[in-house]
């Protein structure tokens, strides 16, 4: 079948970099889905974006979708003949609609009923009659912020200001917002000029005879080597944090490496500021020594050439100088302050309009500390330096600099604190509570600053829920689900056993106590409930564990979240293994009948009639004990081996005995034996939701 190649290419103002990874993934999804319901098939299809373009060149595209048959179903036969068997006005109807005369009809039966049918050629289109309607896909991709511009009443991410759209040699013609297609593009807004594109294969290359690199890893890649090149040159080591190398990549066309260089004197500031500075307000690349000793040298990523490069790099010396000087002044007059004096500036930050200022916070994130350190046990000692941590954990919050950097909260708390003579321990809280700050960030190395980011995280979710404020769908402002994330992350690293559904209750209770909750305490509980499970099951799906499994392990409440994955993992390594089928189908007997126990489920083994009613409680008397230390002891393999010896008892219990025996008091004694034994296996899991799979040979 003829093939053509076909470029569309959409040119723009700048558009925010922080945009342009979603725009290119969107484009090049909606352009796959497209072709598929278009019925085209290609060989190749590759994306391009730059600050000012987003393209997508199609290679191998077929020139036109294959012919077609199709069955078209119409009236049921009793409604399409009348009682002489001739065709009714439904038939006639039917059958021109379809572009067919009555001769064409036939029948045929559906789930007992006769239906008529006609068969219609469906030719297919070429390539003229569909590519003009990708214009739609154009206008059907979605941006966080959209403007409008002179009179137009498209929203779109930003000014339109030329179309491309090729078949070959061919101008695939639409218009949107007055802008029509044309094979006519343009280089970089300063080194390039009108690029006149004859076929669409060769579109990156043109593109980069006039300064602008089409793909985004070629951008990417060129910063990289610059960055390595200058390391080679001046014995540096230069870290390229991936963000802001795609962020780099997405504000420019044509990227070109420099280095500059500030005072020596700015050296004094803590380096995290510097960094920070340089980073996230002039987007340059730190420079430090290879013992991570930070040198008074900035790499910085030009949208051009090499030429006059000494200039590019003296003016960014003199906005970052300006940047510096600032943070100098901040930092000298926080050390002027105290922590007791910002502390009673949180009085008027408020925290969120229901739940109050950042000081109620700081109060209820105390007292909550307080119920953790209690019910780990911890030695009096971290118990007072996780209250004064959890007290002055917010302190930094109105200092200048915290003002200015809003990444450094925290971190600037614990270099102040250390400054105002704080014990090590409490300043490390100060910056730990806010970890994990993102999905792979690191998790607090303190058992202080471990409790203190429970508490915090705690109080946000469980306030927020309580007022109603529940993350749905991508919206999820308060960063809930990454907070409970981290709660359950803590936990795990340090195998605490803290029973999660029993600190909501007492979180929620100092809402409740203060008229602050919105919403019915049992309803808000069942809510955060399912929000933490539904986290869990996050975390174990990252870790490869099946859905069964999840379900199975996450049917009691959320209290050992570290025993929880253990207990997980196990199951997914014996769920293959033929020994664990025969205990899994015993076990699951058992749960399955327990169900129907009712009232009281007390064992009375005077009622036992047979034998083998005797030996499975027996069995389970000398299981329960070590069965419940290992459990204690979080070693669920050992629990579930304690388990092991009650295979066999249960298997000779259903064999000769009648469960549901015809005398009440026998039957209610024995689904009691049953429904003990199940409890207590529901102890480790809900093992009737686990499928057990036989390994493929």
Not at 181 to 204: A, C, D, M, Q, W
Request: charged share 25%.
């Amino acid at each position: 079948m003829k093939t053509t190649n076909v470029l569309f290419e959409v040119g723009l103002e700048e558009m925010p970099a922080r945009f342009m990874n979603d725009t290119e993934k969107q484009l090049k999804n909606k352009t796959i889905e497209w072709l598929k319901t278009i019925r085209l098939a290609y060989q190749n299809l590759t994306t391009y974006i730059t600050p000012r373009r987003f393209a997508v060149l199609i290679e191998g595209l077929d020139y036109k979708q294959a012919d077609q048959e199709e069955e078209a179903k119409g009236p049921a036969l009793k409604i399409a003949r009348d009682d002489e068997g001739n065709w009714t006005k439904a038939a006639i109807g039917f059958s021109k609609g379809q572009g067919k005369s009555v001769d064409d009809l036939y029948v045929k039966e559906i789930n007992g009923t006769e239906y008529v049918f006609v068969n219609k050629f469906l030719k297919g289109k070429t390539q003229e009659e569909l590519l003009p309607d990708f214009k739609d896909i154009i206008l059907s991709l979605n941006f966080p912020k959209n403007m409008r511009w002179a009179d137009q009443n498209l929203r779109f991410i930003r000014p339109i200001k030329w179309l491309v759209a090729l078949q070959d040699e061919n101008v695939i013609p639409f218009e949107i917002a007055g802008v029509q297609t044309s094979n006519v593009s343009f280089g970089h807004r300063f080194l390039g000029g009108k690029i006149e594109i004859k076929t669409p294969s060769n579109y990156s290359q043109l593109l980069s005879k006039q300064y602008v690199i089409a793909e985004t890893t070629k951008r990417q890649q060129m910063i990289v080597e610059g960055i390595k090149q200058l390391e080679q040159e001046n014995g540096w080591d230069i870290p390229v944090d991936n963000d802001l190398l795609t962020e780099v990549a997405h504000l420019v066309e044509y990227p070109t490496v420099f280095f500059g260089q500030f005072s020596e004197e700015f050296l004094h500031i803590p380096k995290e500021v510097l960094i920070t500075s340089m980073k996230e307000h002039q987007r340059y690349f730190p420079v430090q020594t290879e013992d991570n000793q930070l040198l008074p040298y900035f790499i910085g990523v030009r949208n051009g050439t090499n030429d006059h490069i000494g200039t590019v790099s003296r003016g960014n010396e003199k906005v970052l100088q300006a940047r510096l000087q600032d943070a100098q002044f901040f930092y000298e007059e926080d050390q002027k302050q105290s922590i007791d004096n910002n502390l009673k500036q949180l009085d008027r930050m408020v925290f969120q309009e229901s739940l109050g200022t950042i000081a109620d916070k700081v109060k209820r994130v105390t007292e909550i500390s307080e119920i953790i350190a209690t019910e780990l046990n911890l030695p009096e000692l971290e118990k007072k330096q996780i209250e004064r941590a959890a007290k002055i954990s917010k302190f930094d919050l109105v200092t200048n600099m915290v003002n200015e950097f809003t990444e450094l909260q925290g971190i600037m708390g614990r270099k102040y604190a250390t400054i105002f003579g704080e014990d090590d321990a409490v300043a490390q809280a100060i910056e730990e509570h806010y970890m994990p700050r993102s999905a792979n960030d690191k998790l607090p190395a303190s058992v202080v600053g471990s409790v203190v980011s429970i508490a915090d995280k705690i109080d946000t979710i469980v306030g927020c829920f309580a007022v109603g404020l529940i993350p749905s769908g991508s919206q999820d402002p308060y960063a809930l689900r990454r907070q409970a994330l981290g709660i359950l992350q803590i936990n795990q690293h340090n195998s605490w056993d803290v029973n999660i559904n029993q600190l909501i209750e007492k979180v929620f209770g100092l809402f409740d106590a203060k008229n602050i909750s919105t919403t019915e305490k049992s309803h808000v509980l069942t809510q955060l409930e399912s929000f933490f499970k539904q986290r869990a099951a996050y975390i174990m799906k990252e870790a490869n564990i099946e859905a069964d499994i999840i379900e199975a392990v996450l049917v009691n409440e959320l209290s050992d979240f570290s025993l929880v994955l253990e207990k997980a993992q196990l199951l997914k390594e014996r769920r293959t293994d033929v020994d664990f089928k025969d205990k899994q189908e015993a076990f699951v007997r058992v749960m399955n009948l327990a169900m129907k126990a009712e009232g009281d489920v007390t064992v009375d083994s005077k009622l036992f009639e047979k034998d083998e009613e005797n030996q499975l409680y027996q069995s389970f008397s000398d299981i329960k004990a070590p069965y419940r230390k290992a459990m204690v002891k979080k070693n669920a393999k050992e629990a579930l081996e304690q388990l092991t010896p009650l295979v066999e008892p249960i298997h000779q219990f259903f064999d000769n005995t009648m469960v549901m025996a015809d005398d009440e008091q026998i039957r209610h004694n024995r689904l009691a034996l049953l429904k003990v034994i199940a409890d207590e296996i529901y102890q480790f899991a809900d093992l009737t939701k686990v499928q057990w799979k036989q390994t493929q040979i």
